[in-house]
RNA sequence: GGAGGGAUGGCCGAGCGGUUGAAGGCGGUGGUCUUGAAAACCACUGACCCGACAGGGUCCGGGGGUUCGAAUCCCCCUCCCUCCGCCA
C-alpha cells in the first residue's frame, strides 16, 4: 500500500509513476476521498469534544449533589441531535473505499528501475556459467525423467489432474536432496533462521503481501473457509511480524523457509504444458528479511547473491536480469530475476525472483520498528526472494546434466545429500 | 463435536455506568546516595491519528446495541485456556 499522505501532497506525480507500473486507473477519486475522510474526521473530532465536555458535566454535577441542575442537563443532551454519527458513518464509508481503492494500487519502482511496459524492457545485469556444450540434441527434461523413471505424469493426472506431478524413487530423492542442500546453504553460510510454516492462511496475511484483494484467482481457498493455499512462503514468512513494532536491534530478521507452493495458474492456459515448469504445486526454499529503511537495498544485493549461491554451487549456468516497471509484481519496488539455462528451450527461464517490496507490505501488514523504546516508530521495509525454486531447479539438473546415453551426472555439492551418488542411469543400463 | 472459563498498557494484574487513558506491582529511563556497584529513595515511563506549536481525537480482542455518558450492561464474532469425545 502506498503512502496515502503522498498521494494528497503529488497527485499527478504519483499518478505518472503509476502508470510505469502500468496502472492505467485515476487517482482522482482517491485524492477525493482523501479530502472527504480528512475533513469529516476534523469536525467529528470537534464535535465529540464539546459533547465529552457536557457529558463529564451532568457527572459532576450528580457528584456535587445538584442533581435538579444534572437532570436538566441530562434531559437537554437527551433532545439534542445526534450531530455525529451521521458524520461518523460516511466518515467510515469513505474510509472503506479509500481502502479498497488503496490496496489496489501497485507499489512505485525505485530510480534505477527501467521504464517500460513489459518484459522486453528488461535489463540484463550479469551472465554466469557457460551453457554446456552438447554432441546430441539435448532433451526436455519431461522425456529425460519419465525415462529415468523419475518422474510419471499420467498417475499424477489420474490423482489430480494436468499441472501436477508424481516422482517415484529417485526423483523424489533428488527433489528432498535439493531441497535440503538449498535450506543448508542458507542457514549454514548466509544465516538465515529456518522456520516451519502453516501451509494455509487467512485472507489478512493475504492481504498484507498483497495478493488479495486483486489476484484471489491466482490462489486455491479452502471451500466455506477464510483460509488459503500459500502461492509461496513469502507470505507466512513476512507476515510473521505483522501488527508487530520491533526494535532496530533486532533486524534484520533473515528467515527462510521450505514450503510446498500452490498456484491456481489462471489464465495461463497453453503456456509451459509439457514437464515441470509450471504446476499447480511445487516446493521452493524462499528467504525473506525484514529490514530498516536505510539497509534494504544493501540487503536486496546480497539476497540476490544468497540465491546466486545455489547456482553457483550446483554449477549452472544463469544469469541477472533487472525487471522493468511493468514486468514487476505488485508489491515489488525493485526485482532481480535469476534465470537458469534450459539446453531443451535453448533460453534462460525463471528460477528465482528477489524483490525488495520497500514499505508496500509492511504498511498493509503494520509492520514497524523503532530505534530505541519510547522512540517514533517508522514501518520496515520487507524483501523476498527464491533460494531457490525446488522444481525449477529439479529439471535444469536434469537437462544441463544430461549425457548423450539418456543418464544425468550428480553435481558434485549435491552428491553428499544423494548418498555419493554420482549419476541417474536408466534401468536397462542398471547392474 | 459437547461443557465451562477467559481476553485490560512491554509483562503481571485491579477496575460501584460519570475527571479512568485506566489502581498496584514488575520491567524500563533519569536522578539522589556511593570510590564503584547493589540496595534504598524520588521522578518519569502505552499506542495510533490530526496539528508548526498549543492542543484535540481514537484505542481496554473485533463488530453492533442500550445510555446524556460504556473498560464496566446486552447481543454477535474471533482467539486462548480447562475438562470430555475423536484423532496423527
Do not use: M
Given at each position: 500500500m502506498l503512502d496515502s499522505e503522498r498521494i494528497r501532497r503529488d497527485p499527478s506525480g504519483t499518478a505518472q509513476r503509476l502508470r510505469d507500473r502500468g496502472f492505467d486507473g485515476d487517482l482522482a477519486p482517491i485524492v477525493e476521498l482523501l479530502a472527504t475522510r480528512?475533513?469529516?474526521?476534523?469536525?467529528?473530532?470537534?464535535?465529540r469534544h464539546a459533547l465529552k465536555l457536557r457529558n463529564r458535566e451532568?457527572?459532576?454535577?450528580?457528584?456535587?449533589?445538584?442533581?435538579?441542575?444534572?437532570?436538566?442537563?441530562?434531559?437537554?443532551?437527551?433532545?439534542?441531535?445526534?450531530?455525529?454519527?451521521?458524520r461518523e458513518r460516511r466518515m467510515k464509508a469513505a474510509a472503506a473505499e479509500l481502502e479498497q481503492r488503496l490496496l489496489h494500487l501497485?507499489?512505485?519502482?525505485?530510480?534505477?528501475?527501467?521504464?517500460?511496459?513489459?518484459?522486453?524492457?528488461?535489463v540484463e545485469i550479469r551472465r554466469v556459467g557457460e551453457p554446456p556444450q552438447f554432441a546430441f540434441e539435448p532433451k526436455p527434461h519431461q522425456e529425460l525423467a519419465a525415462a529415468l523413471g523419475m518422474l510419471d505424469v499420467e498417475r499424477a493426472v489420474k490423482l489430480s489432474g494436468s499441472r501436477f506431478a508424481v516422482l517415484p524413487g529417485a526423483g523424489a530423492r533428488l527433489e528432498r536432496a535439493l531441497a535440503r542442500f538449498m535450506l543448508d546453504v542458507q542457514t549454514r553460510r548466509h544465516g538465515y533462521e529456518e522456520v516451519w510454516l502453516p501451509l494455509l492462511v487467512s485472507g489478512a496475511a493475504l492481504t498484507g503481501t498483497g495478493q488479495l484483494p486483486k489476484f484471489a484467482d491466482d490462489v486455491f481457498r479452502v471451500e466455506g473457509r477464510d483460509l488459503y493455499l500459500i502461492p509461496t512462503a513469502e507470505v507466512p514468512l513476512t507476515n510473521l511480524h505483522a501488527g508487530e513494532t520491533l526494535l532496530r536491534s533486532e533486524l534484520p530478521k533473515r528467515y527462510v523457509a521450505f514450503t510446498p507452493c500452490f498456484r491456481a495458474e489462471a489464465g495461463s492456459y497453453g503456456k509451459d504444458t509439457q514437464g515441470l515448469i509450471r504446476q499447480h504445486q511445487f516446493d521452493k526454499v524462499e528467504l525473506v528479511k525484514i529490514t530498516e529503511a536505510e539497509r534494504s537495498y544493501e540487503e536486496l544485493e546480497s539476497m540476490t547473491r544468497d540465491a546466486e549461491r545455489i547456482l553457483q554451487l550446483l554449477e549452472l549456468p544463469y544469469r541477472v536480469v533487472l525487471l522493468s516497471s511493468g514486468d514487476m509484481g505488485q508489491a515489488a519496488a525493485k526485482t532481480y530475476d535469476l534465470e537458469v539455462w534450459l539446453p531443451s528451450q535453448g533460453t534462460y527461464r525463471e528460477i528465482s525472483s528477489c524483490?525488495?517490496?520497500?514499505?508496500?507490505?509492511?504498511?498493509?501488514?503494520?509492520?514497524?520498528?523503532?530505534?530505541?523504546?519510547?522512540?517514533?516508530?517508522?514501518?520496515?521495509?520487507?524483501?523476498?526472494?527464491?533460494?531457490?525454486?525446488?522444481?525449477?531447479?529439479?529439471?535444469?539438473?536434469?537437462?544441463?546434466?544430461?549425457?548423450?546415453?539418456?543418464?544425468v551426472r550428480v553435481p558434485e555439492a549435491l552428491r553428499p545429500y544423494l548418498d555419493g551418488l554420482d549419476a541417474f542411469r536408466l534401468p536397462a543400463a542398471q547392474g
Open positions: 480528512r475533513a469529516l474526521q476534523s469536525e467529528i473530532s470537534r464535535l451532568v457527572g459532576a454535577l450528580y457528584r456535587a449533589g445538584r442533581r435538579e441542575e444534572a437532570e436538566r442537563l441530562r434531559a437537554e443532551l437527551k433532545r439534542s441531535p445526534d450531530e455525529v454519527s451521521d501497485p507499489n512505485l519502482a525505485h530510480d534505477s528501475v527501467p521504464v517500460g511496459p513489459d518484459e522486453a524492457a528488461n524483490s525488495n517490496c520497500e514499505e508496500y507490505q509492511a504498511r498493509r501488514a503494520r509492520i514497524r520498528y523503532r530505534e530505541a523504546p519510547g522512540r517514533r516508530s517508522r514501518f520496515a521495509h520487507t524483501l523476498n526472494g527464491s533460494g531457490l525454486a525446488v522444481g525449477r531447479t529439479w529439471l535444469a539438473v536434469l537437462e544441463n546434466y544430461q549425457q548423450a546415453d539418456g543418464s
